[in-house]
């Protein structure tokens, strides 16, 4: 068995939750590890497998299949049955007592057996990757492959719980996190009734961002929700997915527009600034179309990888991209600053891009970078907190965007005085060596 395709393969589920019933199908598989989902276990843990249209070739001997089969395994076991591997102490993976076996295809009544059923109860509470194991070289396996994993929940009803046990408390929250978008979007009707006649396009268009994010979350909710009941999401995913690209698109956009001070600084976008968006539209496109296949095929597909390498760089792109029209608005407000006499106003533009163009960075930063650390390092009863942490920072950036950008007077610096001019030109002077 090859170390590294093994530990490469399975640690790509580091940040798969996907609890919800799943169904696979496996053609002529040759593979030595196939993953399917990762789930947080309670004590009254139950996994349910469906075996159907099983074909394996060739013809092996019963005993030999003893090597073929589904097991458990955590993620700090997965290290220890590495090791084992490496010395030479076990020849598969299903033969190492730190995996806990579900069922083996020696268990079959005969090697042309189509399909089973297994029920297998898991009463040691933490958090399991489910895994199909073939150690034979030469065997192919064909297969549909039904997985449910819930907990029981305590009482008499036994009702299950098709949600990871880190992430039951998700459909809630998305609910809750939804109605103060909502909140917020009746907000800022308020302030562009308020302030009508200081209204720019771009004001408008925030307003559109608030509720789709809004109806983004309530869809999430309650696909979570479905999920939880019934480990299927009954149509909310589509609608999810829909408000998702949505939203994704409509941000992005909002973010580039707001850098190159569109409609509020000018009417209009430059060459330059049109191919940003003409970038960023179409790549939020494809990690959208990244996004759903990585949610709707499950870590069992050999594409998997590839999609997910997919959705990670054009994220990475599109961040990048954004920054590129803030900093062109602060390099310009540098320049009229020098040029038109009004150094304090632009002195001010100035400090509010230079405070975006960090907020920016850190809304980035903190949604890509910390809030994946947080859910690695997690204990899984806990995996809810990444996810708080990232929608309060996202909430966070919405409003200092609101407050930042809110409708305001043409020229709220209309009664700066001669002495406050000649110190906002000094500081400009000052501040030729800026580094970004």
């Not at 970078?369 to 690695?376: G, I, P, S």
């Amino acid at each position: 068995m090859s170390v590294g395709s093994a530990a490469v393969v399975l640690f790509a589920l580091l940040s798969v939750a996907a609890a919800e019933i799943r169904f696979s199908e496996i053609r002529s598989d040759p593979r030595l590890i196939i993953p399917f989902d990762e789930f947080g276990f309670t004590p009254r843990g139950q996994l349910e497998l469906n075996v159907t249209h099983l074909s394996l070739s060739g013809t092996p001997d019963q005993s030999a299949l003893s090597k073929v089969g589904f097991f458990l395994c955590t993620r700090g076991s997965w290290i220890h049955v590495l090791q084992q591997i490496e010395d030479a102490e076990i020849d598969c993976v299903l033969g190492s007592d730190s995996v806990q076996k579900v069922f083996t295809f020696d268990q079959l009544p005969s090697p042309s057996s189509s399909g089973f059923n297994h029920l297998y109860a898991e009463t040691n509470a933490d958090q399991y990757t489910l895994v199909f194991a073939n150690c034979l070289s030469q065997l192919k396996v064909t297969m549909n492959v039904l997985s449910a994993m819930y907990n029981l929940e305590d009482g008499k009803l036994n009702r299950r719980d098709y949600l990871s046990a880190g992430k039951t408390i998700l459909p809630k929250f998305y609910f809750l996190l939804s109605l103060v978008y909502f909140v917020l979007g009746g907000i800022w009707i308020s302030v562009l009734y308020k302030k009508r006649t200081t209204l720019f396009g771009i004001h408008f268009f925030m307003l559109v961002v608030v509720f789709l994010k809004a109806l983004n979350l309530l869809c999430e909710a309650e696909d979570k929700s479905y999920i939880k009941r019934t480990g299927s999401a009954h149509g909310w995913d589509v609608l999810f997915y829909i408000f998702s690209f949505l939203k994704g698109i409509t941000l992005f956009t909002l973010i580039v527009l707001i850098g190159t001070g569109w409609s509020f600084l000018k009417p209009y976008l430059q060459d330059k600034e049109k191919k940003v968006l003409m970038i960023v539209i179409p790549l939020q496109v494809i990690a959208n179309m990244a996004q759903i296949a990585i949610d709707e095929s499950g870590p069992f597909g050999q594409d998997w990888v590839t999609w997910k390498q997919v959705f990670l760089l054009v994220d990475v792109i599109c961040c990048c991209a954004i920054l590129f029209p803030i900093l062109w608005s602060i390099k310009n407000l540098r320049e009229a600053a020098r040029t038109d006499g009004k150094a304090a106003v632009n002195l001010m533009k100035l400090t509010l891009f230079r405070h975006y163009y960090i907020v920016v960075i850190c809304y980035i930063y903190f949604t890509r970078v910390v809030v994946y650390a947080l859910e690695t390092i997690t204990s899984y009863r806990y995996l809810w907190t990444s996810v708080v942490a990232g929608e309060l920072a996202t909430l966070a950036f919405y409003v200092f965007t609101g407050y930042k950008f809110k409708p305001e007077a043409h020229n709220p610096y209309f009664a700066i005085d001669d002495d406050e001019e000649d110190a906002a030109a000094q500081q400009l002077k000052l501040e030729d060596e800026f580094e970004l």
